[in-house]
């Protein structure tokens, strides 16, 4: 019952939405946040990093739109933990406050791209 009610309350949550941003992941994964919306960065990341691996969908206006890069795969090597990818994209938050507004999802996979080509 618990992982139902976890799986609920994540489908509801801003990350479900497609205004879930870079400024809206950045308060998600600051130290001050609730430890659900620190569940909600970590999820947010891993899933973002997990879908690295499907096909890219260069056929949408909006990618095109927001220049979203041709499809770029992440390689992290043996030992790079979570923790690291996430304070990659924490970084990289904090350091392009203009583009904030873009999709989470778009900026995870910049930010990730650039810290671990392949």
Same mark, same amino acid.
């Given at each position: ?10 489908? +509801?949550?801003?990350?479900?939405? %497609?205004?879930?941003? +870079? ?8 130290? =001050? ?8 960065? +970590? ?19 909006? %990618? ?12 992290? +090597?043996?030992?790079? #933990? ?12 904090? =350091?392009?406050? =203009? #583009? ?13 791209? =650039?810290?671990?080509?392949?």
């Amino acid at each position: 019952m618990k992982k139902l009610a976890l799986i609920l309350a994540i489908v +509801g949550s801003p990350a479900a939405a %497609d205004g879930y941003t +870079g400024n809206v992941l950045l308060e998600n994964c600051a130290p =001050e946040s609730s430890s659900f919306e620190t569940g909600v960065c +970590g999820g947010y990341i891993t899933g973002v990093t997990a879908g690295m691996h499907l096909p890219p969908r260069t056929d949408r206006a909006s %990618d095109r739109r927001l220049n979203f890069p041709t499809f770029t795969y992440v390689c992290t +090597g043996n030992g790079v #933990t979570f923790g690291q990818m996430r304070d990659v994209v924490i970084k990289g938050l904090r =350091e392009n406050p =203009e #583009t904030r507004n873009e999709p989470a999802s778009v900026l995870v996979h910049r930010y990730l791209a =650039e810290a671990f080509p392949c």
